[in-house]
């Protein structure tokens, strides 16, 4: 502020600019000075091997599907899909089957076996096979097939040679533990891989817009600093020209020797500014370079940015603006399925406070000949059938655990609430430094136009008057500095209207949906 109240009262006490304008109208639309309207040429000793031109949109969409962070929540999304569809296993049908045969030599138990000293033969074969299968409303069901063939030499064997074939159905239930009209303790395991799936799904737009964030920050860092160093190129070239009009004007009498020194002590330090920003310039690249997670065989390319910072002022508020990150922001997605899971815990720990009781039906159908066809058409006939109904039921009375562990989920839920309103806080800070971050930068921008304004046509009068005798080389070099610093100023200014824009649009939940990004896609 002091230095532009100088460049203003040097320029309203000089006679020279009586007829200059001093500065643009307040209420003009910004224009991008000359200089900002397109990128800068890279220094000679980077330009050299197959440039990467690269837009800021490549930039994105290269970061979305190449950086680590972005591919390692991607194998987690995918992890916990794969979970989901484990949890669901425990409703597919489940096949047993098993095989036995014994060959017996013994003597007889009984007198109805055999005689004493007789040894009796028991030679058996026998297969079941089973289908088990659980459902979501809790029910289980099996259906078996048993047959077998028994060849014995006892008394008291049917025949000598038997088949035996059975299929039993049975059905389970239970209707108080484990179990809910809504279906959902049933399924308890499924809904709570389908939550986590859900919640690293939204974490995986967190990581992406962090990502974007991070890339635009990268990208518009390596065109602050070729900038930086366009600015010091020129400013450089100025003292060249300013060390030349010093030597013309020693030459023709009106400066002394002396003066010579100062202008290549200025032209020396420029000098030494523009190797410093060249470093900037590598150093800003291969941070994009790894955000963007490129081959390493493309770090050696140089990258040039084909876009510019631009202006484009969007007025809001904090209000309008949290009311963007309620809706948008996956955080808030994911703080509401926390407290989905707490809920369902609730659910879970109430119920397991139920006695368990089972009610289930069993029903059977036997055949038996001396043929295993006989045995099977029997079967088909339903001429031997059976059915059973039965309860199981067990009861803690003290039910301490399950007691305990509602209380502990209750307290839980409440945790996750707190845990909510404690994050929505924090937006609302976030959300109101962002705006104020972009209100700010777009004052700035104007201020530092201006500046640079006065600068320019300050640099101008002294010149002028430096080539008619009427000032010092030390003027003209404190215009030139005034200048390149108020050139610094703007291009600090339009970037960080880039960055607060993004951090507004990231904080608000909308970075992605404004940056044409379909995650549906990936």
């Known amino acids: 502020m002091r230095t532009l109240t100088l460049v203003a009262l040097c320029a309203?006490?000089?006679?020279?600019?009586?007829?200059?304008?001093?500065?643009e109208p307040a209420s003009a639309p910004y224009q991008a000075p000359t200089f900002l309207t397109k990128t800068p040429a890279l220094p000679a000793t980077l330009a050299e091997g197959d440039i990467m031109r690269l837009s800021l949109d490549e930039a994105r969409r290269i970061a979305v599907k190449s950086n680590f962070d972005v591919l390692l929540e991607t194998k987690i999304v995918r992890q916990t899909e794969l979970a989901v569809d484990a949890a669901n296993g425990q409703f597919e049908p489940t096949v047993n089957a098993r095989y036995n045969h014994s060959d017996t030599d013994s003597p007889p138990v009984t007198l109805q076996e055999g005689q004493g000293g007789q040894i009796i033969t028991y030679i058996e074969d026998a297969w079941s096979l089973e289908i088990v299968k659980a459902w979501k409303t809790g029910t289980r069901t099996s259906l078996g097939v048993q047959s077998g063939r028994t060849r014995s030499s006892a008394g008291t064997a049917v025949e000598p040679l038997n088949y035996r074939s059975q299929v039993q159905l049975g059905v389970t239930q239970p209707v108080l533990r484990g179990f809910s009209t809504q279906g959902d303790l049933q399924q308890i395991e499924v809904i709570r891989a389908r939550i986590t799936s859900e919640r690293e799904r939204e974490q995986l737009l967190v990581t992406l817009m962090a990502t974007v964030e991070s890339v635009e920050a990268a990208y518009w860092e390596v065109v602050r600093a070729m900038y930086r160093y366009d600015v010091a190129i020129r400013s450089a070239q100025q003292a060249t020209r300013q060390m030349d009009l010093t030597r013309r004007q020693i030459e023709a009498g009106t400066l002394a020797p002396s003066d010579l020194?100062?202008?290549?002590?200025?032209?020396?330090?420029?000098?030494?500014?523009?190797?410093?920003?060249?470093q900037a310039i590598r150093a800003a690249s291969d941070a994009l370079r790894a955000v963007l997670n490129l081959p390493r065989e493309q770090w050696t390319r140089p990258i040039v940015p084909t876009d510019v910072p631009s202006f484009n002022p969007t007025p809001t508020t904090a209000e309008a603006a949290l009311e963007l990150a309620l809706q948008h922001r996956p955080e808030v997605a994911q703080l509401d399925l926390e407290l989905d899971t707490a809920k369902l815990a609730i659910r879970a720990?109430?119920?397991?406070?139920l006695p368990q009781l089972d009610v289930g039906l069993t029903g059977t159908i036997v055949g038996q000949d001396t043929t295993y066809t006989g045995s099977v058409d029997q079967v088909s006939e339903l001429e031997a059938k059976g059915w059973s109904v039965f309860l199981n039921f067990s009861w803690t009375p003290l039910n301490r655990t399950a007691k305990a562990n509602t209380a502990i989920?209750?307290?839980?839920?409440?945790?996750a609430q707190l845990r909510r309103d404690q994050i929505i806080?924090?937006?609302?800070?976030?959300?109101?430094?962002?705006?104020?971050?972009?209100?700010?930068?777009?004052?700035?921008i104007a201020a530092a136009a201006k500046f640079r304004s006065l600068a320019e046509q300050s640099l101008a009068i002294e010149e002028r008057k430096f080539l008619a005798g009427q000032s010092q080389n030390l003027f003209v070099v404190q215009r030139q500095e005034q200048v390149q610093s108020s050139q610094l100023s703007e291009l600090e200014a339009l970037v960080a209207y880039?960055?607060?824009?993004?951090?507004?649009?990231?904080?608000?939940?909308?970075?992605?949906?404004?940056?044409?990004?379909?995650?549906?896609?990936?």
């Open 12 to 23: 309203l006490s000089s006679p020279a600019i009586a007829d200059e304008p001093v500065s």
């Open 261 to 278: 020194i100062g202008a290549e002590s200025i032209l020396a330090e420029r000098e030494l500014t523009v190797l410093q920003t060249e």
């Open 349 to 353: 720990a109430e119920n397991n406070q």
């Open 409 to 415: 989920a209750k307290v839980q839920v409440d945790q």
């Open 425 to 444: 806080q924090t937006m609302w800070l976030e959300v109101r430094d962002a705006v104020r971050d972009q209100e700010s930068a777009e004052q700035q």
């Open 498 to 522: 880039q960055r607060a824009s993004t951090t507004l649009l990231r904080r608000t939940g909308q970075l992605l949906t404004a940056r044409n990004l379909d995650v549906a896609k990936r």
